[in-house]
Nanobody, 120 residues
Framework: VQLQASGGGSVQAGGSLTLSCAAS????????MGWYRQVPGKERELVAT??????DYAVSVKDRFTIARNNTKNTMYLQMNNLKPEDTAVYYC????????????????WGQGTQVTVSS
């Protein structure tokens, strides 16, 4: 299984970016997906998650970021609006996936990270 994240970049404060995360491989089902971010010297923190029809957001991004999934394409998106300098981080996608070989077992998978830089 591979998670490929893309869409990071550099923007000015108030700008927007859309991140994508595509899961590929022998996937039986994806139980949940989420975005996390990390800055140097700090722990990785949750940004947003989606499971079924439920979504959850960190307080700091609520009303600015929107997480969405395309289950047909095994792809997840993060629309980020009104970006702030404090949103600068490496963003990682995460998925809880069951494989065809072991459909009753679900494991965590991580993408490689994509850099988001917001300048003031």
């Amino acid at each position: 299984v591979q998670l490929q994240a893309s869409g990071g970049g550099s923007v000015q404060a108030g700008g927007s970016l859309t991140l994508s995360c595509a899961a590929s491989g022998s996937i039986f089902s994806i139980n949940a997906m989420g975005w996390y971010r990390q800055v140097p010297g700090k722990e990785r923190e949750l940004v947003a998650t989606t499971s079924g029809r439920a979504t959850d957001y960190a307080v700091s991004v609520k009303d600015r970021f929107t997480i969405a999934r395309n289950n047909t394409k095994n792809t997840m998106y993060l629309q980020m609006n009104n970006l702030k300098p404090e949103d600068t981080a490496v963003y990682y996608c995460n998925a809880v996936i069951s494989l065809y070989a072991t459909p009753r077992r679900a494991d965590d998978y991580w993408g490689q990270g994509t850099q988001v830089t917001v300048s003031s």
